[in-house]
């Protein structure tokens, strides 16, 4: 056994004699507590089917006493009241936290989620850590306006920035601490207090989450962690008369039902929501870096992930070139356990997905698809299928435009590349228009398509979106954005001041 394993192996272990032997509570007002109802919920392992551990099965009435300790807490609490360099202080000491057990954290986040140790390490919890510090700075950044001081005005008016209250935060199990950090973050260095509904599938960081708030001394009731389903707890926040703004991440039918829900007392909302993205890639691309980052993205989180690229459009003269590429990565990918650190890709997350994920594929098929790699589940415990190309893909097929959520790519061939409007239409039409990835080495070309494609980030020749930037989605792929400037004044309300002079 290499030291990698062994080192995971060790941590394993301390985790199955600790953490995951203990039915976990729900925390609120800075206290563990079970659920009013004493039920709990089993969470399982993907990489097995097997059970994990049992968390409080939290409901309306749980959120109600959740969200009672974050009034509170906004209401009477120091949280907002702490000078803007004191919250940000904290936010950065709880940064320092996750990094100090961020090899726990990752190994938890792949029990539970089941994406490969090495890139929840690499990639949600330093993503996490990174979100803390880029929100902790701007704790002390935030800021009003003035008008013009013009002489002759007889009236001196300015904004107010002021906290929003209370948030609920709503998250799904493809990348859950990371979701939830998103959300708490920029409520925190705000001043907002949170309560938060992990998913039912994946809530085990989220405690963890928790236990580090705890040891950071937050003021009980700041942030508040209740378990639970989603038609029962997650609805139940929605509801709540006494929340100020939901911010969500998941699918777009909650997030309809998530939109519906606000309107009753008209609370603020930010959702976040599925994609169909395209990746286009022009004949004179770096054909090897084009083929490696479009695998790369199908395969992160078993395609699980709302940005993956997932309509490939490739020119006639590259398409063969490109198909072959990703067959040959997708033979050679090393499908396991999330805790296995040589695992590449891990399992979908639940059998309901898994069933989901091969009903697309049959019906691709049924509808004329050719499967040209994958297509299968594999024979072997827990939920895994195996990387997967279709090609011989219409528009008008269902896997083509409904979000699948699987490691399953569709691709199809165009020829005309200098036909940017036609290209534009054919990226534009889906429902959804959250990212869309470019590869040419001709700039003029990536920027005349980069403004003709409806999608909330577009990259060219794989750049990474960096942390000032805004991320979210047009049409049904969200409302509003997280991350940036835009993200943290979402957790803000805007008063104008007039004043006489
Ligand atoms: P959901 O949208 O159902 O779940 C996301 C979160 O919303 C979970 O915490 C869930 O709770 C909660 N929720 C569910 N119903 C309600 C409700 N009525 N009111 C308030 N909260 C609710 O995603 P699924 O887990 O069902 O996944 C289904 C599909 O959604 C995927 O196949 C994928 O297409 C898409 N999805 C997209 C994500 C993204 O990042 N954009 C992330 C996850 C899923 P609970 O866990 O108890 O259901």
């Not at 950044?141 to 001196?156: D, Y």
């Not at 084009?290 to 993205?297: E, G, H, I, V």
């Not at 299968?376 to 011989?392: C, Q, S, W």
């Not at 959250?434 to 909330?456: F, K, P, V």
């Amino acid at each position: 056994m290499n030291a990698a394993a062994a080192s995971v192996l060790t941590r394993l272990d301390a985790l199955r004699s600790g953490f995951l032997t203990r039915p976990q509570r729900l925390f609120i007002g800075g206290e563990w507590v079970p659920a009013q109802s004493g039920e709990t919920l089993t969470v399982l392992d993907p990489s097995t089917g097997r059970p994990l551990a049992e968390v409080a099965a939290g409901d309306a009435a749980d959120i109600d006493l959740a969200v009672k300790a974050a009034r509170n807490a906004f209401r009477s609490g120091p949280w907002p009241r702490l000078s803007h360099a004191e919250r940000g202080r904290l936010i950065y000491k709880l940064a320092d936290l996750l990094e100090r057990d961020a090899d726990e954290l990752a190994l938890l986040e792949s029990l539970d989620g089941g994406n490969p140790v090495r890139s929840t390490r690499h990639v949600d919890i330093a993503m996490a850590i990174e979100s803390l510090r880029y929100n902790a700075g701007w704790t002390t950044k935030l800021s009003g306006e003035t008008a013009l001081a013009a002489p002759q005005s007889r009236s001196f008016s300015y904004t107010l920035r002021e906290p929003i209250g209370v948030v609920g935060a709503i998250t799904p199990w493809n990348a859950p601490l990371l979701m939830a950090v998103n959300k708490i973050a920029p409520a925190l260095a705000t001043g907002c207090t949170v309560v938060l509904k992990p998913a039912e599938l994946a809530p085990l960081s989220a405690l963890r989450l928790g236990q580090l708030l705890d040891e950071l001394g937050l003021p009980p009731g700041v942030v508040n962690i209740v378990t639970g389903y989603g038609a029962a707890a997650g609805q139940a926040l929605v509801d709540h008369p006494d929340v100020n703004k939901i911010s969500f991440t998941g699918s777009t039918r909650v997030g309809k039902l998530i939109l519906a829900g606000a309107a009753v007392n008209m609370k603020r909302v930010t959702l976040e929501l599925g994609g169909k993205s395209p990746v286009i890639i022009f004949p004179d691309a770096d054909i090897e870096a084009a083929t490696q980052a479009t695998s790369q993205t199908i395969f992160f989180k078993t395609g699980q992930f709302c940005a993956a690229g997932t309509r490939l459009f490739a020119h006639r003269k590259v398409f063969d070139a490109v198909v072959r590429g990703f067959a040959e990565r997708a033979h050679k990918l090393n499908v396991g356990p999330a805790t296995a650190p040589e695992s590449e890709m891990g399992p979908i997350i639940s059998q309901k997905q898994l069933d989901r994920v091969l009903g697309y594929i049959g019906a691709g098929k049924h509808e004329g698809a050719e499967v040209v790699t994958g297509g299968k589940r594999i024979d072997r415990e827990g939920y895994f299928v195996e990387p997967t190309l279709l090609a011989k893909v219409r528009p008008d097929m269902s896997v083509f435009q409904e979000e699948i959520f699987g490691p399953v790519l569709c691709a199809a061939p165009f020829s005309d590349a200098s036909e940017l409007d036609e290209l534009a239409r054919l990226a534009n039409d889906t429902s959804y228009g959250l990212a869309a990835n470019i590869w040419t080495r001709d700039l003029a070309l990536a920027h005349g398509l980069a403004r003709r494609i409806q999608a909330g980030t577009i990259t060219v020749n794989g750049g990474g979106r960096e942390q000032p930037m805004p991320f979210g989605g047009y049409k049904q792929s969200g409302l509003g954005r997280e991350g940036g400037r835009e993200g943290i004044e979402a957790y803000t309300e805007i008063k104008t001041v007039a004043i006489a002079l």
